[in-house]
T-cell receptor
Framework: GAVVSQHPSWVICKSGTSVKIECRSL??????MFWYRQFPKQSLMLMAT?????????EQGVEKDKFLINHASLTLSTLTVTSAHPEDSSFYIC???????????FGPGTRLTVT | GQNIDQPTEMTATEGAIVQINCTYQ??????LFWYQQHAGEAPTFLSY????GLEEKCRFSSFLSRSKGYSYLLLKELQMKDSASYLC??????????FGAGTTVTVRA
């Protein structure tokens, strides 16, 4: 149980375009989903927290107009990187938290490359 | 804010034991996680400690001392597949995880 999927697993896009990444909890309802970014050889940095039906809470330094988060249902959250630039190239990972405990279940990650 | 420190790299031989230390200073504490992450993959859960003491699971054990802001992950009977990055993460009152920079463990034959 507690499986989280992400789609796509990797994407290459041109500078200036927008990319949408989906995060789904497959066998549980996720009251809260988290989006992280990880640059090579660095740790995960929390970008934002999203709760179903409400606006996402962004961490300091993360532009909410650039990284649009929509948590439309208890099983789906999306992250849209708008007007992507090469410096946005990174590994984006989502996690989902159920209602029972503190554990977060991580998706497999999405490798974004902006050319 | 959160401050989580762990060593950058460790090397050990197959069959040996390695201990990865993690110290933390956080505002709000609801437990400490250890994750394993292979290159290009998402983290996988190893352990969760919220009370002081040692939690043992097969070849992996994790220890927590809340008064000292200290934890360690003990890897026993190392195997080549244990070569990975090990992340220490603290969860705060608002369920946010703060990660350390990770410790890259290299297992040599």
């Amino acid at each position: 149980g507690a499986v989280v999927s992400q789609h796509p697993s990797w994407v290459i896009c041109k500078s200036g375009t927008s990319v949408k990444i989906e995060c789904r909890s497959l066998d549980f309802q996720a009251t809260t989903m988290f989006w992280y970014r990880q640059f090579p050889k660095q740790s995960l940095m929390l970008m934002a927290t999203s709760n179903e039906g409400s606006k996402a809470t962004y961490e300091q330094g993360v532009e909410k107009d650039k990284f649009l988060i929509n948590h439309a249902s208890l099983t789906l959250s999306t992250l849209t990187v708008t007007s992507a630039h090469p410096e946005d190239s990174s590994f984006y990972i989502c996690s989902a938290r159920g209602t029972v405990d503190y554990e977060q279940y991580f998706g497999p990650g999405t490798r974004l490359t902006v050319t | 804010g959160q401050n989580i420190d762990q060593p950058t790299e460790m090397t050990a031989t197959e069959g040996a034991i390695v201990q990865i230390n993690c110290t933390y200073q956080t505002s709000g504490f609801n437990g400490l996680f250890w994750y394993q992450q292979h290159a290009g993959e998402a983290p996988t859960f190893l352990s969760y400690n919220v009370l002081d003491g040692l939690e043992e699971k097969c070849r992996f054990s994790s220890f927590l001392s809340r008064s000292k802001g200290y934890s360690y992950l003990l890897l026993k009977e190392l195997q080549m597949k244990d070569s990975a990055s090990y992340l220490c993460a603290v969860i705060s009152n608002d369920y946010k995880l703060s990660f350390g920079a990770g410790t890259t463990v290299t297992v040599r034959a």
